[in-house]
């Protein structure tokens, strides 16, 4: 008994100590946990204003993700297998279309549910979702679409929404701060800061239509029909594409100006289409050689470099040759701006061109026509080349047989080149067999002989040619030799 008694006071009085030790550790604990060694200042300042917050704040329910679906082209079935192939496949089931998915980003410009996104997003759609940022999901319909700027016009049925404000994209400078916000790569609503790197873009053969807003603010895949948004929060432009080798950001993207997505945003929800103006003329840039040629100061303007027959600018007078500064008294940069100022124009309207015509400025007025898809191609700029020589080029009269094979009138004289040596400097410009040769320094050639005698009487000076090439006259500028 005693030594029972023993055991269990030896026992108890080990636990006693080692609960007494664990006592003291846990008191130490608490002791260090309720007054640590490093204390820490809170701020009771207000959130810093020098960031974006406010503007991302009003702006994000105002930006959607789309989702759509469309018919896609099923996968293979028996059906498209050779009958004396189909013993080697086995047995393989008739397999029904399959729906292709894609996402992207838009707009809320109206309380009643009209939205502004890419055409690229909703093109061919079956069934387009729209999500905000409430998490509330809307089934849209199409109200239209214009594939040669890119931008689509939704509806959805829903009131009291938070929509975007429009800026005046005309006043965007560069390097003003620029946001874009949409649902790249679908992961949710992101918000990416830049700078514009520059406006009045084009040339770039994106669009048919062009005059972008490049920014460095990042734009992925999901972004297209979101929002560039300046430091004010005010819309400047719709996210449409980006200029990547990889397909992801680089730092150069392009947003189409308010201004045009307001422009073509009333169309289609006021008729459905866009209806643009026709000239009737192929435009193409005024280069340093070229002013040089045609004594045109300045290097600002747009040549025409064709005149389609029967058409508004034939009617009026308008010539090859002739080089439009200004339309209704503003200046025109470039043939890319002179385009989007016709485009623009309503159908039926008097434009007036300033041109420079002979070395002489003068003023053609010129009743527009409405712009249909069988005159789109005369509207299209015409192909420029380089500096160029004319060795390394074996030319030839015009013949019957060469008429009906470069697909010309009867009527039609000029000197055709029948073969070029790839490695002459012609080639490098961009000439090619059966380019038809018609005027050397605003001289019209019929023949071989007066070819020659018309380069001999250049003295070594540039000479201006005017091509025909597949229908379309071209200018080209042949410098000097040495």
Do not use: C
């Not at 000439?431 to 001289?443: A, E, F, P, T, Y």
């Amino acid at each position: 008994m005693r030594i029972r008694v023993f055991r269990n006071w030896k026992l108890t009085t080990a636990a006693a100590a080692l609960f007494a030790l664990g006592a003291l550790g846990g008191a130490a604990l608490t002791a260090a946990h309720s007054k640590p060694n490093v204390e820490v200042k809170l701020s009771t300042a207000a959130p810093p204003k020098a960031g974006f917050g406010d503007v991302v704040e009003r702006n994000l329910p105002a930006v959607v993700s789309i989702t759509m679906t469309k018919s896609a082209s099923p996968q293979l079935s028996r059906n498209d297998i050779p009958p004396e192939l189909a013993p080697f496949f086995g047995r393989m089931p008739q397999q029904q279309p399959r729906k292709a998915r894609g996402a992207g980003s838009g707009v809320i410009v109206s309380p009643d549910g009209y939205l502004l996104t890419n055409s690229h997003v909703v093109n061919k759609a079956s069934q387009i979702k729209v999500l905000l940022s409430d998490r509330r999901e809307f089934t849209a319909r199409l109200i239209g679409e214009d594939t040669k700027t890119d931008l689509a016009v939704l509806k959805i049925d829903a009131t009291n929404l938070p929509t975007v404000t429009f800026a005046d994209s005309a006043r965007v400078r560069v390097g003003d701060y620029s946001l874009a916000i949409g649902n790249p790569f679908g992961v949710g609503q992101t918000v990416t800061m830049g700078i514009v790197s520059a406006t009045a873009r084009g040339g770039l053969g994106i669009e048919e239509y062009e005059d972008f807003i490049q920014t460095d603010a990042a734009i992925n895949p999901g972004n297209s029909g979101g929002a560039l948004v300046n430091a004010n929060g005010d819309l400047i432009g719709i996210n449409t594409a980006i200029l990547s080798p990889t397909g992801g950001n680089n730092g150069v993207g392009f947003a189409i100006p308010s201004n045009l997505a307001r422009h073509v945003m009333d169309q289609l929800i006021s008729h459905g289409k866009v209806t643009r103006a026709f000239l009737g003329v192929t435009l193409q840039p005024l280069t340093p050689e070229l002013a040089t040629a045609m004594n045109i100061p300045g290097n600002f303007g747009a040549v025409i470099a064709d005149v389609t027959p029967g058409s508004p600018a034939a009617r009026a007078g308008l010539k090859s040759g002739d080089v439009i500064t200004a339309m209704n008294g503003k200046k025109v940069n470039d043939w890319v701006q002179l385009k989007l100022m016709v485009g623009n124009s309503a159908p039926n309207t008097e434009a007036k061109f300033t041109l420079i015509r002979d070395a002489r400025e003068q003023t053609i007025a010129v009743t527009l026509d409405e712009l249909t898809d069988r005159k789109i191609a005369a509207n299209r700029p015409g192909e420029t080349n380089e500096d160029a020589a004319l060795e390394g080029v074996e030319v030839a009269n015009l013949t019957p047989r060469t008429r009906r094979q470069l697909d010309l009138p009867p009527t039609a004289e000029g000197v055709v080149i029948t073969a070029i040596d790839p490695s002459s400097k012609a080639a490098e410009a961009g000439l090619r067999q059966g380019d038809l040769i018609r005027q050397v320094n605003r001289k019209p050639v019929a023949n071989v002989t007066d070819l020659d005698d018309q380069l001999r009487s250049a003295n070594s000076k540039d000479v201006l040619l005017q091509i025909n090439r597949e229908g379309a006259n071209l200018f080209v500028v042949l410098p000097a030799e040495g």
